[in-house]
Nanobody
Framework: VQLQAFGGGLVQPGGSLRLSCAASGNILSINSMTWYRQAPGKQRELVAGIGSEGGTKYVDPVKGRFTIPRDNAKNSVYLQMSSLKPEDTAVYYC???????????????????WGQGTLVTVSS
């Protein structure tokens, strides 16, 4: 089971960007999926999360600007970012919790998986 995040890039303040994160493998289900970010010189912080039933949570600085849709059929989660600010500049990581998968014979549970990170730079 692997997670791959992509979609980062350079965007001007006030602009929009959509990050994607897809889990690969013979996946049966994923519990929660979460986006984190790490700005230069700072600790990694939670940005937004979505549970298996669609419940969401956001940190205050991104409320009203970011949304976290999820496509269970594609084992994917997205981060739709709008009204971007320079302080949103960071490497963004996706995380998946409690991934159930199969090798075609037996079922397994992977407790946690991280994507490789994608850089978002908000600058004029």
């Amino acid at each position: 089971v692997q997670l791959q995040a992509f979609g980062g890039g350079l965007v001007q303040p006030g602009g929009s960007l959509r990050l994607s994160c897809a889990a690969s493998g013979n996946i049966l289900s994923i519990n929660s999926m979460t986006w984190y970010r790490q700005a230069p010189g700072k600790q990694r912080e939670l940005v937004a999360g979505i549970g298996s039933e669609g419940g969401t949570k956001y940190v205050d600085p991104v409320k009203g600007r970011f949304t976290i849709p999820r496509d269970n059929a594609k084992n994917s989660v997205y981060l739709q970012m709008s009204s971007l600010k320079p302080e949103d500049t960071a490497v963004y990581y996706c995380n998946a919790d409690r991934i159930r998968y199969s090798d075609g014979y037996l079922g397994y549970t992977k407790r946690n998986a991280w994507g490789q990170g994608t850089l978002v730079t908000v600058s004029s």
